[in-house]
């Protein structure tokens, strides 16, 4: 009975937060917009602010827009009233989160700002607080009762507040056309860096590369091959185009007379490929479906890098 008790508890929990949700979203207005578009006209950064409970949304709204394109950064308001306000300067814009909209220790930033002429964009549930009354743009959250039965702990409140910080972030980023390639160059670490690098990120190049002509003997091909260590040399044309590879399987398939033997003569036609651009987990998925450990990356049919299954295994890269 206890843990019913306790799940039903949960339950009415995010049911709670999911209907305050939805009242968020279809209280959307011009003031949304408005932000957005004050936020497009800052060539300094988006300063984000607020105390306590929304303090810690506000690192994360920041976190989240200098991720996808907007610099940003979070500044603590009473730290703000010790120093930090000479963070903030012309062509800056500041978000600054209070549900209630009277916390004090956001006066002096509300000064600084209005004094400096650094616009404001104010989130806070009270359409009459100081805070909406004092800031270019107001963004008001609609009333919604907290998830907890007293009332009193900041729990819709903020949800509330990180969905809009998470829609802001998202419009701004779309508008900007910032792609997954932007992405990574913020997140070159982690998961999230691996699922975004690209082949050209880790193939070898240049003197790395196992290749060889159609007329080479195999038996120096067999140097070659072990030489560079990727256990296949790609056979070129005369225009350099590659025509084919050798594998171990065709040495096997050809051992009786592979010494007597050139690479044309031994050679697999058409391998598969791959582009430079191409996502690091489409070259694993290929390689696994192939049952293969390297490609060759061409570009306009010729070889200009290759890469091993390890190569992508050690970039973070995981096997589905």
Same mark, same amino acid.
């Not at 300067?89 to 004094?115: C, F, H, Q, R």
């Not at 990180?162 to 802001?168: H, Y």
């Not at 790395?208 to 159609?214: F, G, N, S, V, Y």
């Not at 044309?237 to 690479?263: E, P, V």
């Given at each position: ?5 306790? &799940? ?6 995010? !049911? ?68 930090? &306000?000479? @963070? ?31 616009? @404001? ?7 009459? $607080? ?5 800031? !270019?743009?107001?963004? %008001? ?15 819709t409140s903020t949800t509330m507040t990180l969905a809009l910080g998470d829609a802001l972030s998202i419009a701004l980023m ?6 997954? $390639? ?8 982690? !998961? ?9 990120? =880790? ?17 120096? %091909? ?10 296949? %040399? ?23 007379? &592979?010494?007597?033997? !050139? ?22 998925? =290929? @390689?696994?479906?192939?049952? =293969?450990?390297?490609?060759? %990356? ?23």
């Amino acid at each position: 009975m206890k843990n019913i008790k306790l &799940l039903e508890i949960g339950q009415r929990v995010i !049911n709670t937060e999911m209907l305050a949700l939805s009242a968020l979203s279809s209280s959307l207005d011009q003031s949304f917009s408005n932000a957005v578009e004050l936020i497009l006209t800052a060539t300094g950064r988006v300063i984000v602010s607020g105390m306590g409970k929304s303090g810690h949304i506000a690192r994360k709204i920041a976190s989240t827009l200098a991720s996808t394109g907007t610099p940003a950064h979070f500044v603590h308001p009473a730290e703000a009233s010790h120093g930090d &306000l000479g @963070m903030i300067v012309k062509g800056d814009i500041i978000i600054i989160l209070s549900n209630s909209g009277e916390t004090p220790e956001l006066a002096n930033l509300v000064a600084y700002s209005k004094k400096f002429e650094i616009p @404001m964009i104010g989130i806070a549930q009270n359409k009459n $607080s100081t805070l909406l009354q004092k800031t !270019n743009v107001s963004i %008001v959250l609609p009333e919604a009762k907290e998830a907890c039965e007293s009332g009193i702990v900041p729990t819709t409140s903020t949800t509330m507040t990180l969905a809009l910080g998470d829609a802001l972030s998202i419009a701004l980023m779309e508008h900007r056309n910032f792609t997954p $390639s932007n992405f990574r160059e913020f997140h070159p670490g982690g !998961n999230l860096g691996a699922q975004l690098s690209r082949v050209k990120d =880790i193939m070898h190049t240049n003197d790395l590369l196992p290749l060889t002509d159609l007329n080479t003997p195999m038996d120096k %091909v067999l140097i070659n091959m072990s030489k560079k260590g990727f256990g296949i %040399v790609g056979v070129l044309d005369k225009q350099d185009n590659l025509l084919g590879i050798i594998t171990d399987g065709d040495l096997r398939r050809n051992m009786d007379t &592979l010494l007597d033997m !050139n690479a044309k003569e031994v050679m697999t036609i058409n391998p598969q490929v791959i582009e430079s651009k191409s996502l690091l987990v489409e070259a694993l998925k =290929i @390689m696994n479906s192939r049952k =293969i450990t390297c490609l060759f %990356v061409v570009e306009e049919n010729k070889p200009i890098g290759i890469i091993h299954i390890h190569d992508c295994l050690r970039a973070g890269i995981k096997q589905k």
